[in-house]
């Protein structure tokens, strides 16, 4: 379970770079109101919300560390409304820039409520 766990982290990872990469490649283009979603964008977010419902549920049947449920549970709605958001815009050129910023600004939320939050 633990080797399990651990490859899930690190593909966790893998799915933040994705996301948080494809989003600070936009950032010149977002200033020049031609931002797009980019796939990278789509597969990162839906990576992490894979991969963190199977941390989840790898960690409860480990036994070993408790979870924290409330923070499980902001993480995961930060994550559904970046999912809805690259969905919604994924074939819009340009996306709005409120959307675009938003995808950043959540990833890093969540990136914030991961790591500050124990
Ligand atoms: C944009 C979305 C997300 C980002 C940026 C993100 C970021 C992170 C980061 C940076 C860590 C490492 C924290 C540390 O080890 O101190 C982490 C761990 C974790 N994340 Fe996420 N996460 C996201 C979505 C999710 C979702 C949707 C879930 C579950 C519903 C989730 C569940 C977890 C769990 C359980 C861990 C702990 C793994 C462990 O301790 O073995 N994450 N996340």
Redesign the pocket.
Same mark, same amino acid.
């Given at each position: 379970m633990e080797i399990l766990?651990t490859i899930l982290?690190i593909l966790?990872?893998v799915g933040?770079a994705s996301?948080l990469g494809g989003f600070l490649v936009q950032v010149k283009a977002i200033g020049a109101g031609r931002g797009t979603v980019v796939p990278a964008m789509v597969h990162g977010?839906l990576t992490?919300?894979v991969t963190?419902?199977l941390?989840?549920a790898t960690?409860q049947m480990g036994d070993l560390?408790e @979870?924290n449920n409330a923070k #499980?549970a902001v993480?995961?709605v930060?994550?559904a409304v970046?999912t809805v958001l690259v969905f919604v815009y994924r074939k819009k050129a340009p996306a709005p820039s409120w959307a675009l910023w938003s995808i950043g600004a @959540?990833?890093v939320a969540? #990136?914030a409520v991961?790591?500050a939050w124990r």
């Amino acid at each position: 379970m633990e080797i399990l766990r651990t490859i899930l982290l690190i593909l966790h990872f893998v799915g933040l770079a994705s996301l948080l990469g494809g989003f600070l490649v936009q950032v010149k283009a977002i200033g020049a109101g031609r931002g797009t979603v980019v796939p990278a964008m789509v597969h990162g977010a839906l990576t992490q919300l894979v991969t963190g419902l199977l941390l989840v549920a790898t960690i409860q049947m480990g036994d070993l560390d408790e @979870l924290n449920n409330a923070k #499980i549970a902001v993480k995961l709605v930060i994550a559904a409304v970046i999912t809805v958001l690259v969905f919604v815009y994924r074939k819009k050129a340009p996306a709005p820039s409120w959307a675009l910023w938003s995808i950043g600004a @959540l990833t890093v939320a969540n #990136i914030a409520v991961a790591v500050a939050w124990r």
